[in-house]
């Protein structure tokens, strides 16, 4: 059973397109995550909702709308795709506090490409 | 701001040796820093990880430092094998309550047969 699960794996989509990520975890965590890899393969967090609230909203273009209809679950929606914004985007998921708290879990990854 | 500086960002080894990367952080009330390996094309994996209440943590070839006065914190691997070539990232984080991980910009590392 896969633990954090995203799809789709690979997009390749046209500049101005929308698209949607989605992602569940089976793990019972609190908290899920989007983060964004480069091409120079640096991790940057994006998002955190905490049982279904936002927590985490870094410096990211209002084009990236995430929603989590419940604890078990975080999608990404992006609007009006750019180039810049080919990467690969990681969902994860953790439990905020106890002794495991904030250890990090990530799915497998959606390799996003704009042409 | 919070950041995570890592060092070097490639690494080579012969097979058997022992590769050392490092790591130093800015927020000094970080208090858990994970090492996540990634393998080319895969998702980072969890492999060791050390709170700050321990200054040394080991699970078999591989073990982590921890200085919280000098604020930095080491990964150790030893009798490196082919199958340790991958990318490694620290981490520092647990200085809020959001679970929020800042990582570091990552070590190539090749162990070379």
């Known amino acids: 059973d896969t633990a954090v699960s995203q799809t789709p794996k690979y997009l390749v989509t046209q500049m101005g397109n929308d698209k949607s990520i989605k992602c569940e975890q089976n793990?019972?965590?609190?908290?899920m995550y989007w983060y964004k890899q480069d091409s120079k393969k640096f991790l940057k967090i994006m998002f955190s909702?905490?049982?279904?609230?936002?927590?985490i909203n870094e410096t990211v273009p209002n084009r990236f709308s995430p929603k989590s209809p419940d604890k078990a679950h975080l999608n990404l929606h992006i609007n009006s795709l750019e180039l810049g914004d080919s990467a690969v985007y990681f969902c994860?998921?953790?439990?905020?506090?106890?002794?495991?708290?904030?250890?990090?879990?990530f799915g497998e990854g959606s390799w996003l490409t704009v042409v | 701001g919070e950041n995570v500086e890592q060092h070097p960002s490639t690494l080579s080894v012969q097979e058997g040796d022992s590769a050392v990367i490092k790591c130093t952080y800015s927020?000094?009330?970080?208090?858990?820093f994970p090492w996540y390996k990634q393998e080319l094309g895969k998702r980072p994996q969890l492999i060791i990880d050390i709170r700050s209440n321990v200054g040394e943590k080991k699970d078999q070839r591989i073990a982590v430092t921890l200085n919280k006065t000098a604020k930095h914190f080491s990964l150790h691997i030893t009798e490196t094998q082919p199958e340790d070539s991958a990318v490694y990232f620290c981490a520092a984080g647990g200085s809020s309550n959001t679970g929020k991980l800042i990582f570091g910009q990552g070590t190539t590392l090749q162990v070379k047969p």
């Open positions: 793990l019972g965590h609190d908290t």
């Open positions: 994860a998921s953790s439990h905020l506090t106890g002794s495991s708290g904030n250890t990090i879990y």
């Open positions: 909702y905490n049982n279904k609230e936002l927590i």
């Open positions: 927020d000094s009330a970080s208090n858990y």
